[in-house]
């Protein structure tokens, strides 16, 4: 049964105070202030007529990308082409700690917003730039979507089987990379800020995050000469380690990366010999007769039920998991123990109830919020510029189609 949990508008996190304009559009934008957002940051998601291109992401008719992505957040509706509306952005910033924006690079200049132009307004303001590939260099002028960066960083290219097509991820690891990596690097700005008064721009391509993580493998390419093959579920650092279908047609992962593990496993399939097999003996050994042991392997967990299998190895102390499906995962003891999955409520969702993330990672003295669900386009119009403006200038406004309810005037 998953944790439900209510919305708390009074809840504060650690960020309480750190105001962050948003101007980004779908995944690594929205990735990088949801960290912030979920420990309290007041997030500004400043979205066009249309809104977010992420509210189209829809099933079934229900935003759900848009409202796991965006809980915690504000929305205002501006037309960004009227002079007026860049006049907002410019108030909203007076007193922000970071604007984000993933438009293409030189388009945040094209509208009067300069980085300089924005510190001229606040010196201390910390400006993430998004996009593809990277505001300088050769492919800067680009367009950039998480697609090609996965095909281009050398990571589709070791993906999938050797005597297949390079296959690109089927989710968005690019953005939500550059994303989460942005969040870390926005919180070394704001620290900065914070002790010396000192903005700066963080300059994020969606290529560079992805691209690190894959980056042992230049040095490897260095020293061997090789490029490394794709090879499915196997690795070439370590063997055994491979997907595995069990006696009733479920499928397990397993690593054996460390020789005490390898001990371990060869003893609970009953084949402890192999231990000093010439063969086997060291993982190098065990790399150059992969399929050998790679079949040992398999032929014994393909004489067990997944009950079975987990609890063998599970009583040997060896490192085996199911691998699981969304359907699995819904359902899990671990998901909903460890409160990785909760619920919160959503009246357009079937039972009322949304299942999202929880807050990632665990903070002891400062957790982790649910202060509101996302918004919907425009919802905090008002809240945001009646104070900032007054009401009779954010009425001149809304009559001008530069603030909108909704995408659209009412």
Not at 62 to 75: A, D, G, L, Q, V
Not at 88 to 113: C, H, N, Q, T, W
Not at 376 to 391: K, T
Request: hydrophobic share 40%; with cysteine; net charge negative.
């Amino acid at each position: 049964m998953l944790t439900r949990r209510e919305f708390d508008a009074s809840a504060r996190g650690a960020l309480e105070g750190v105001r962050v304009v948003d101007l980004s559009r779908l995944v690594a934008g929205n990735m990088l202030t949801k960290v912030l957002a979920d420990h309290g940051a007041e997030v500004i998601k400043v979205e066009p007529p249309a809104g977010d291109s992420l509210r189209a992401w829809k099933v079934g008719g229900i935003e759900t990308s848009w409202k796991t992505w965006c809980r915690n957040k504000r929305s205002l509706c501006l037309d960004l082409r009227q002079p007026d509306a860049i006049a907002i952005i410019k108030r909203l910033v007076e007193d922000a700690a970071m604007l984000v924006e993933s438009f293409r690079p030189g388009v945040l200049e094209e509208m009067g917003l300069a980085p300089a132009t924005l510190h001229a307004i606040n010196p201390r303001l910390v400006i993430a730039r998004i996009s593809g590939w990277g505001q300088t260099g050769p492919f800067a002028h680009k367009p950039g979507f998480g697609t090609l960066v996965e095909g281009y960083s050398g990571f589709a290219a070791i993906n999938g089987f050797e005597d297949r097509e390079p296959v690109l991820p089927p989710m968005f690891m690019a953005d939500a990379y550059a994303g989460l990596y942005g969040a870390a690097t926005a919180m070394i700005a704001l620290r900065h800020a914070e002790a010396t008064g000192q903005g700066q721009v963080m300059d994020l391509s969606l290529f560079e995050p992805i691209f690190t993580v894959l980056e042992p493998q230049m040095a490897n390419h260095r020293i061997t000469g090789k490029v490394k093959p794709r090879t499915g579920s196997r690795s070439t650092n370590t063997a055994p380690r491979n997907a595995y279908r069990t006696k009733d047609g479920g499928w397990v992962g397993l690593s054996s990366s460390t020789q005490a593990m390898f001990v371990k496993l060869m003893r609970s399939i009953g084949r402890p010999e192999l231990v000093d097999d010439p063969r086997f003996r060291t993982n190098a050994d065990r790399i150059r007769h992969l399929d050998e042991i790679d079949g040992v392997v398999r032929d014994a967990i393909a004489e067990l039920t997944m009950e079975q299998a987990l609890a063998q190895f599970d009583r040997d102390g060896v490192t085996i998991g199911p691998i699981m499906d969304v359907a699995g995962l819904a359902q899990d003891r671990y998901v909903a123990g460890r409160e990785a999955l909760i619920e919160v409520p959503d009246e357009e969702m079937p039972g009322g109830w949304l299942p999202t993330a929880g807050e990632t990672a665990r903070l002891s003295a400062t957790p982790g919020i649910q202060r509101n669900p996302a918004p919907a386009l425009g919802q905090d119009n008002d809240a945001l510029l009646a104070p900032l403006l007054g009401e009779a200038e954010l009425a001149r406004l809304r009559a001008a189609g530069v603030v909108l309810d909704g995408g659209r005037n009412p």
